[in-house]
């Protein structure tokens, strides 16, 4: 790779960094429901944008001020939204470089920003000024999980109010048993980008592959590039494709 591609790659890292500090562009928030997220054309960059607040910066009064939510949407989550995108940019970059030595920083901020787009996403549209009961097939399974709805809130109160330092309380869906499961989320940023579905894994723990190839991790690997199963990745991708999380 040539000198100057390094230099832009290491000058851009920088400049991601920065963006979440200084990222201060302020959309405005929309009276109606957001729209549907729309289907990006066959030529349209893969990218994220921020949905419209539902709701006026003041409407959670008294229990978030209208300035926080005005701060923590206009600044905060926008800023993760730009920068997700800018870092999908550097990656695209990156590949056509064939140069994949800041890979560890691209994963970090890919999941980091791309989470905390996501989760935001999640918090403006799970908060409504009148608030309100489960009702239905999710009731009901509330109640299968935790049986009963007061322990839920017992549960996912007391798993949120106890996060270490920075983080999210998360109410999910676990596809395995079929139930509902309280989750910490101490630091979105840790490798995983919340609301992505797997379609391929490679077990890169010690026991995976030491009995052969010892400490040579990257053979293990190179030969596991050889033996996937792409069937099962395109019935798995089939299987969620037409789901959205928002
Ligand atoms: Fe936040």
Redo the contacts with the bound molecule.
Sequence with gaps: MEECSRRDLLKNAAGVSMLGLLNLYAPAYAEEKPAEPKKPAANEPLECSQAPLPYPYDALEPHIDKETIEI?YTR??AAYVKNFNSTLQRLDFARTMKDMIFIKHWCKELAFNGS?HV??TL?WSNMSAQGGQPKGELAELIEKSFKKFENFTDQFSAATKTVEGSGWGILAFEPCTKRLIVLQSEKHQDMALWGTYPLLVCDVWEHAYYLKYRSARGTYVDNFMKIINWSEVERRYELIKGLKIY
């Design positions: 923590h905060h989550h905390g989760l935001h918090y």
